[in-house]
T-cell receptor
């Protein structure tokens, strides 16, 4: 079945630095969703991308879907403490989500 | 109301106990889900209900028994669990695109 690989597993940044997480697949993705899970919390839907080359922005968050629809990225500009958590990408396949492993954003003290 | 609620928040049970987890949504979503999430891992799908009928069972052991009494409620009945079943159990609902997750039940099996 389809798999979604996500890297890195962790990213440590100073507050104010940027953060990026990447999702990749060996096959074409019909869509990609992004979720955020705060420590001790539950996943919260951020966005869904469906079009080749799509770029969407939500304040400091920029989401991209590759031209070949085999990769996607989430970029956060100037991280803040409220950004801390684990970011997951997921493929919606017939209403089942195929999840990436997640990238944990850690703000260095 | 755009919320999925789950009770209890925390549950500690012995291996011989029987307990139930409850989930409720009032968004009119047709699909409801149970997930199990271990630390540092993504959620792992257990069951999917579509229009109150069980449509997907991801080879979950029979000690987990789901029930959908109506379109707003989802239960997960637990019996004779093992310590390795300790995890965060998440309920979610959807009407096509994104899934809305409840806060979860943190289960500890002693």
């Amino acid at each position: 079945g389809q798999q979604v690989m996500q890297i890195p597993q962790y990213q440590h940044v100073q507050e104010g630095e940027d953060f990026t997480t990447y999702c990749n697949s060996s096959t074409t993705l019909s869509n990609i969703q992004w979720y955020k899970q705060r420590p001790g919390g539950h996943p919260v839907f951020l966005i869904q991308l469906v079009k080749s080359g799509e770029v969407k922005k939500q304040k400091r968050l920029t989401f991209q879907f590759g031209e070949a629809k085999k990769n996607s990225s989430l970029h956060i500009t100037a991280t803040q403490t409220t950004d801390v958590g684990t970011y997951f990408c997921a493929l919606d396949s017939n209403y089942q989500l195929i999840w990436g492993a997640g990238t944990k954003l850690i703000i260095k003290p | 109301d755009t919320e999925v609620t789950q009770t209890p928040k925390h549950l500690v049970m012995g291996m011989t106990n029987k307990k139930s987890l409850k989930c409720e949504q009032h968004m009119g979503h047709r699909a409801m889900y149970w997930y199990k999430q271990k630390a540092k891992k993504p959620p792992e799908l257990m069951f999917v209900y579509s229009y109150e009928k069980l449509s997907i069972n991801e080879s979950v052991p029979s000690r987990f028994s789901p029930e959908c009494p109506n379109s707003s409620l989802l239960n997960l009945h637990l019996h004779a669990l093992q310590p390795e079943d300790s995890a965060l159990y998440l309920c979610a609902s959807s009407q096509g695109r994104e899934q809305f997750f409840g806060p979860g039940t943190r289960l500890t099996v002693l």
